[in-house]
Nanobody
Framework: QVQLVESGGGLVQAGGSLRLSCTAS????????FAWWRQAPGKQREFVAR????????NAADSVKERFTISRDNATNTVYLQMNRLKLDDTAVYYC??????????WGQGTQVTVSS
């Protein structure tokens, strides 16, 4: 059973930075794509960023692409989201997802990011 464990969320002042981590474990992983999504209170879940395997190609939502960077460590099946110049609107629960080439899709439990003024 694949598990995704996220960490790195917390409270930060506007303009600050946080780095989220997500490590996948369980079984033999045939990873196609890691991604980050987020859901703010009262809003729909939205895409943040993704990174493809094996190319490492990335893309991110327009609202974050100048401030957030997604990266990965293949050796540890870990994906990161470096978030800089955080804004109040970035406050949300952030979820890590993994898609395998088989079509299987997994979600982490989420980590809270709160940006204060």
């Amino acid at each position: 059973q694949v598990q995704l464990v996220e960490s790195g969320g917390g409270l930060v002042q506007a303009g600050g930075s946080l780095r989220l981590s997500c490590t996948a474990s369980g079984g033999t992983l045939n990873i196609k794509r890691f991604a980050w999504w987020r859901q703010a209170p009262g809003k729909q879940r939205e895409f943040v960023a993704r990174i493809l395997s094996p190319s490492g190609s990335t893309n991110a939502a327009d609202s974050v692409k100048e401030r957030f960077t997604i990266s990965r460590d293949n050796a540890t099946n870990t994906v990161y989201l470096q978030m800089n110049r955080l804004k109040l609107d970035d406050t949300a629960v952030y979820y890590c997802t993994l898609d395998e080439w088989s079509g299987a899709n997994y979600w982490g439990q989420g980590t809270q990011v709160t940006v204060s003024s």
